[in-house]
């Protein structure tokens, strides 16, 4: 929270500067509006320095760690091919998809990886 702080706190001397700031509130805009990012809970104006450093601290955390702690606690089971097979390399099983769904067993499966 202080990097953030202190960072806004070096380019805005009060509140009325961040309000006054069009390109903060163009972004605000952007971000909120629902022909844009339509980002849920993001205000579509920021008014004042404390609203922006929250703002910042949550696109931070967001793009960063909660990022990386929902993601990369994937990698040990999706690096394991036959967990999730980017392709199969054997024709699918005869079945009419809509009516009867075609039975993939083990064996089918094993022997159409790469």
């Not at 104006?45 to 929250?54: D, P």
């Not at 064996?107 to 990886?113: G, Y």
């Amino acid at each position: 929270g202080n990097y953030v702080r202190k960072v806004v706190d070096s380019a805005y001397m009060n509140d009325n500067d961040v309000k006054n700031d069009k390109h903060i509130q163009a972004w605000a805009l952007e971000t909120s509006g629902p022909e844009k990012a339509d980002i849920p809970g993001f205000p579509n104006r920021i008014f004042s320095k404390a609203l922006l450093v929250q703002c910042l601290q949550t696109l931070i955390w967001n793009v960063s760690a909660a990022h990386s702690a929902v993601n990369f606690s994937q990698y040990d089971y999706l690096s394991y091919i036959p967990n999730r097979p980017n392709a199969l390399f054997k024709k699918m099983p005869k079945g009419n998809i809509k009516d009867d769904i075609p039975d993939y067993d083990g064996e089918f499966l094993d022997s159409a990886l790469p």
